[in-house]
């Protein structure tokens, strides 16, 4: 298995910056991508973001492209999303997870919250 714990949430006016970490511990060796999804009050969560464990492509949701950075550090385990202009829309539950094969999203974090508000 693999644990996954993320860090860096919290309340942030329009405009500004977070950055969500997540440090993945266990059976790491098994990680194929590690992703970032999020979920706003009454919906679904979606895909923000993925990284491939290996190559390092990256993979974006059209709302994510040119305000956020996904990126990694393979030597630590750890996966970061750098979210720049933040807007109220981006206001979620967002959550680590990590992936065996490509879409076999297996293992979860428990979420960290993003508030986007003045």
């Known amino acids: 298995q693999v644990q996954l714990v993320e860090s860096g949430g919290g309340l942030v006016q329009p405009g500004g910056s977070l950055r969500l970490s997540c440090a993945a511990s266990?059976?790491?060796?098994?990680?194929?991508?590690m992703g970032w999804f999020r979920q706003a009050p009454g919906k679904e969560r979606e895909f923000v973001a993925a990284?491939?464990?290996?190559?390092?492509?990256?993979y974006y949701a059209d709302s994510a492209k040119g305000r956020f950075t996904i990126s990694r550090d393979n030597a630590e385990n750890t996966v970061y999303l750098q979210m720049n202009s933040l807007k109220p829309e981006d206001t979620a539950v967002y959550y680590c997870?990590?992936?065996?094969?490509?879409?076999?999203?297996?293992?979860w974090g428990q979420g960290t919250q993003v508030t986007v508000s003045a």
């Open positions: 990284v491939n464990w290996s190559d390092g492509r990256t």
């Open positions: 997870a990590s992936a065996v094969s490509p879409r076999d999203w297996s293992y």
């Open positions: 266990g059976r790491t060796f098994n990680i194929y991508h």
